[in-house]
């Protein structure tokens, strides 16, 4: 199957028609979907993936890496995850507390209906300015 190009942030990847969103895009290849967005934590919840889907059903997982500092890597603290369909909350995730060199990444499994504007929302639950970590999602569409 040939790759075309446009599609989820303009790379060099995607398909014609996945819609994206301001901050961060859904791209296609074939029946595969991926978007991944590194965050700085802080403690109000700011949109960190954020696209609306386009003529398919998508059967995603989501996964959210701990919250790390850079200066310390053993130094990890929770963050919350908030998945969004259309404004409304369908899931929220929560990252395991324990030193990051031992938390494993927070899932999440959806299904993201057509045409529907998804956000992931991530906030740290303590001050953790300083902190990063990562959210990915991949899966496959279904058209």
Known sequence: MALDGGGGGGGPIGSGNSFTGPAEALEIAGDFCFATNNFVADSNPNNKIEFTSGNFIADVTVEMGPLINPTDATDGKRAIAQIQ?????????????????????????????????????????????SYTAAIFMAGRIYR
């Open 85 to 129: 369909f259309n404004g409304a909350t369908v899931q929220t995730m929560l990252s395991d507390g324990a030193a990051a060199d031992q938390q494993t990444p927070a899932t999440a499994h959806i299904i993201i209906p057509p045409y529907t504007e998804v956000a992931i929302l991530v906030k740290a639950n303590a001050d953790s300015a």
